[in-house]
């Protein structure tokens, strides 16, 4: 069992910055390929970036690419989530999302086995 705890969400202007950090507990961190998604209301739930069990890989959508930065510090179980140069399109809630079957990115959110509650990004014009 994972359990996956988000924060760092709030409210910020045009061009503004955030760090989303994701804390887990319950099984070595080290061991689990880690993503993060989002969620607007009304919209389908997006892949956002993605990090091997190693942090050597990373993957991110093409809407967020340059801008956001995903990275994970395994001695403190710890999963993050720079975000840059933010949209309003970027307003959505947030989740940090655990596999434990795969070691490389995995994009699909099926591929994921646990979820976090989520964190409200809101990005004002």
């Known amino acids: 069992q994972v359990q996956l705890v988000e924060y760092g969400g709030g409210l910020v202007q045009t061009g503004g910055s955030l760090r989303l950090s994701c804390a887990a507990y319950?099984?070595?961190?080290?061991?689990?390929?880690m993503g993060w998604f989002r969620r607007d209301p009304g919209k389908e739930r997006e892949f956002v970036a993605g990090?091997?069990?190693?942090?050597?890989?990373?993957y991110y959508a093409d809407s967020v690419k340059g801008r956001f930065t995903i990275s994970r510090d395994n001695a403190k179980n710890t999963l993050y989530l720079q975000m840059n140069s933010l949209k309003p399109e970027d307003t959505a809630v947030y989740y940090c999302?655990?596999?434990?079957?795969?070691?490389?990115?995995?994009?699909?959110?099926?591929?994921?086995?646990?979820w976090g509650q989520g964190t409200q990004v809101t990005v004002s014009s």
């Open positions: 999302a655990a596999s434990i079957r795969y070691r490389t990115v995995v994009i699909a959110s099926y591929s994921y086995d646990y």
């Open positions: 319950g099984r070595a961190f080290s061991t689990l390929t």
């Open positions: 990090i091997s069990w190693s942090g050597g890989d990373t």
